[in-house]
């Protein structure tokens, strides 16, 4: 069943099916009225059905499936009750504070198993039988293998937030482990802010026919976003960066901002740029330590410091009210990363701006960017004058960054995570380099490539 009527009535909670207590809860968070998926979703999860919904970021996806799972599980509690499965270890973490907010009055126990922290007291916090598991793939993955004493057979919900990521990117194996652990008799409940060829499939060929949801708008971003682009040469782009900020923040001072970019490398040169300059500012990305990488996001969504540097491991389901500017850095190859991206502001009614830095080599990208969120990006007017008198300036500081990286080894340690990444898995990295010499041979892209030197970890 696809629902994709928008109901134009103004439901409260109550009249959701939802218990008083949950419904006091959500005033108590200042959280009156449902949005559209929660309004179709709820009553549906509640009746016993499977559930796939698609709507645009900001739009309360996680209440949707929080909600019903909180009240089934105040009606029967144990144990295990509900696994949630989430791409990122960021967005983990932040859906585990949703639920402990929303739980709190049933004395709630959530816990996040994730890579970056110690498996034994995961295992420890997994046998002690939390009512949630929020959890990532890989990690979880990890513990069912090496027989970590839990359980999961017993579990009501199972749900993939991000679906369509875990579905379409590189999960396949971990969710096949456990996948084969938990009961087939279970309400699967998936959600994504970006409907797929996947998704729509698995929605067809599903035995149980789940509820399924979709916002019905044609456009992918919500209409509160202003999205724009700057046109410039590829080697000005840190400049015109560094202009756009300085004259942003001289105007919002209370403001945020997130910059997404490629690779961890860049990331990192950014960071240092912008610290050269004079700003404050945070990096976020998958080679940092978590305990770093939770510090960083705790500064920013405190708003102590106001700029975050990122890959796209910040760009699902992260809510921080603050933001109200993302500048792409890079224009990601898929239009369907940009959706995501920009989704981190104009959330729940609010306001905000996306800028994209487009060189000459990215006009087929933005093309294909708004030929699939069916918008026009508008041009964000900037001074060349001013941009020219910082130039020299960022140059040199990227240079020295450059450098810096470069004697920190930070590509060599960058072959030793994904060596030991490999390893942990289970894979031979040397074999992985074969395999991809064989490829670009085949492809005739490089005949002359050659495998990288077995590296010592």
Same mark, same amino acid.
């Given at each position: ?207 149980? &026919? ?42 919002? &001072? ?204």
């Amino acid at each position: 069943m696809v629902d994709t009527f928008s109901d134009s009535r103004v439901l409260n909670f109550s009249d959701l099916g939802l218990n008083k207590w949950l419904v006091d809860q959500l005033k108590a968070v200042g959280l009156e009225k449902p949005t559209p998926i929660q309004q179709h979703c709820v009553p549906q999860i509640l009746k016993g059905k499977d559930c796939l919904g698609c709507a645009k970021t900001g739009s309360g996806k996680t209440a949707a499936f929080a909600l019903p799972i909180l009240q089934k599980l105040c009606e029967d509690p144990f144990g295990i009750f509900a696994l949630v499965i989430t791409p990122t270890r960021e967005l983990a973490y932040q859906i585990c504070e949703q639920f402990n907010v929303l739980g709190q009055p049933i004395g709630l126990k959530a816990c996040v198993i994730t890579g970056g922290r110690d498996m034994i007291q995961q295992g420890l916090e997994l046998a002690e039988k939390p009512h949630i598991v929020i959890t990532t793939p890989g990690r979880l993955a990890d513990h069912i293998e090496t027989g970590t004493n839990f359980g999961l057979k017993k579990i009501k919900f199972l749900v993939l937030d991000e679906a369509d990521k875990l579905l379409e990117d590189d999960f396949g194996e971990q969710l096949q482990t456990i996948f084969k652990v938990i009961p087939k008799k279970r309400q699967t409940l998936l959600f994504s802010a970006t409907v797929t060829d996947t998704l729509k499939d698995l929605n067809e060929s599903s035995e149980n &026919k789940p509820f399924c949801w979709m916002s019905d708008s044609a456009v992918a971003t919500v209409e509160e976003l202003d999205q724009r682009y700057v046109l410039m040469p590829a080697d000005v782009k840190d400049a015109y960066m560094v202009h756009i900020i300085e004259k942003f923040l001289e105007t919002n &001072k209370s403001s945020s901002i997130i910059i997404f970019t490629s690779t961890c490398k860049y990331c990192q040169i950014i960071g240092m740029i912008l610290k050269d300059m004079g700003f404050q500012c945070v990096v976020l990305h998958s080679m940092i330590p978590q305990r770093y990488r939770l510090s960083a996001l705790a500064q920013f969504k405190s708003n102590t410091i106001k700029i975050l540097i990122a890959t796209d491991v910040a760009s699902r389901g992260l809510d921080i009210p603050t933001v109200d500017l993302i500048i792409n850095h890079n224009i990601p190859n898929r239009p369907k990363d940009y959706i995501h991206r920009v989704g981190r502001t104009a959330r729940a009614g609010r306001g905000g701006m996306a800028i994209s830095l487009v060189t000459q080599f990215d006009v087929k990208l933005i093309h294909a960017i708004e030929g699939r969120i069916n918008t026009k990006l508008t041009e964000h007017e900037t001074n060349e004058k001013e941009v020219t008198k910082i130039f020299t300036e960022v140059a040199v500081s990227r240079r020295e960054a450059e450098i810096k990286l470069d004697e920190r080894d930070f590509d060599e340690k960058k072959n030793i995570y994904k060596r030991k990444k490999l390893i942990a898995e289970g894979k031979d990295p040397d074999d992985e380099e074969k395999k991809k010499a064989r490829l670009i041979k085949k492809q005739g892209k490089d005949k002359k490539y050659k495998p990288k030197k077995k590296t010592k970890s």
